[in-house]
Nanobody, 120 residues
Framework: QVQLVESGGGLVQPGGSLRLSCAAS????????MSWYRQAPGKERELVAV????????RYADSVKGRFTISRDNAKNTVYLQMNSLNPEDTAVYYCNALRGVGVGSIDYWGQGTQVTVSS
């Protein structure tokens, strides 16, 4: 069974940093675009960062640009999200997503999420 397991969340003070990890198994990780999404209480899930299958291309939501960095290690089947200069607005459950293809016939998987709380 396909698995995406996030880790690294927790409580951090404003201005602090966290590094999230998402370990993938039972699918061809290197063929999938990987993304991080987040969902804050009472809000819709939003895209935070995306990295191409090779790792050569990334993009970010405007709200995290310059503060967050997405990366991947295809040898370890893991994607990361380095989060710096955190603020309370970054508080959310963070989800890892794997996507292959576009539209009809596309395949995607989700992790269970990891809570990030930014508070003093």
């Amino acid at each position: 069974q396909v698995q995406l397991v996030e880790s690294g969340g927790g409580l951090v003070q404003p201005g602090g940093s966290l590094r999230l990890s998402c370990a993938a198994s039972r699918f061809t990780f290197s063929s999938y675009t990987m993304s991080w999404y987040r969902q804050a209480p009472g809000k819709e899930r939003e895209l935070v960062a995306v990295i191409s299958s090779s790792g050569g291309s990334t993009r970010y939501a405007d709200s995290v640009k310059g503060r967050f960095t997405i990366s991947r290690d295809n040898a370890k089947n893991t994607v990361y999200l380095q989060m710096n200069s955190l603020n309370p607005e970054d508080t959310a459950v963070y989800y890892c997503n794997a996507l292959r293809g576009v539209g009809v016939g596309s395949i995607d998987y989700w992790g269970q999420g990891t809570q990030v709380t930014v508070s003093s």
